[in-house]
């Protein structure tokens, strides 16, 4: 009986740095979840994914325009590059109900997503493809009649792998790219389905603009995905794809916290400023005008550490007396909007 298959890849220190870092966040964003608007903010984070993931693809229509389509407005704009956006958002509100490690419902989310705008959508590829850039082809994806079978296997995989799942949300996204299954949408399908094996670790990564990052870092994403193709092994794009993941979360806090900036009292907002530079707890606590160091602990700074505005110098050893503090990149998004 052949070994089951496993994705070649490793887990690199960088890596692992990054998961660390990403689960801290993922807490940190834990803490925000009561305020008033988030559910408008996940609304808003989840069509900048759409338009963020389509416009990779070469989509032109704007966020203003997306937004107007999913809200059931007139646009006016390419019929297909509509009918993109309306699939993505009812692919992104199906996502819910897929397991991921199923080839049913890998098979119905591409039906989905491609409702319209391909004749065998919903259909693995029946022909030879290849990536060109220019009229030089930089990726042969494997023969078409091996297909079914590098979708069960990395499926398989999937399904009773012991990697964290943001790891493995990485790998998938990457061995889906790489083998190409569908003959148009292999990229809209590769971000969505990171998402809904993220999502599953965490519900959070269900609304997380992660696309949006990605967008912006467009060139280098090709770049990574080719040199792993040279490779043979996903370890860089695992790292760049975390880098993503943590940036997103990191932005995704500050747009969540911006709205609730009226929590903050003026005694927070001076310490936020004042952990621009490393800080000891004495120097906060004058600052705060107090003398008892729990209460200060429990009523000033433990609300700035959960919702993710300051940390700690020493995360592993926190009550140090090397202990200090400093000013997150959503701490610094929270005074510069203030």
Known sequence: MPAPYTPPFTVTSAALSLVAEIAGEVGRMGA?????????????????????????????LTLEQVTAVISGKRVLGPPSEIQEVKNAFAAYEA???WNPSSSKDLLAAHRILMHGLAADAGRFRSASVGIAQGKRIVHLAPPAGRVPALVKDLLGWLRTGKVHPLVAGCVFHYELEFIHPFT???GRMGRLWQTLILSRWNPLFSYLPVESVIRERQAEYYKVLGTCDKTGD????????LAALLTALREAAAAEFSGTKSALSQHQVEILRQCQTETAIGELMAIAERRDRTKFRNQILRPLLEAGL??????????SRLQKYRITPAGRSHLGSS
């Open 184 to 186: 148009d949408g292999n």
């Open 32 to 60: 925000l979840s009561s305020s008033d608007n988030v559910p408008r903010l996940r609304r808003e984070n989840r069509i900048r994914s759409i338009h963020a993931s389509l416009a990779i693809e070469n989509n032109t």
């Open 95 to 97: 996502m819910a109900s």
């Open 310 to 319: 300051v940390e700690m110098t020493l995360p592993d050893k926190p009550n």
């Open 234 to 241: 996903s370890s860089a794009f695992i790292e760049f794809l």
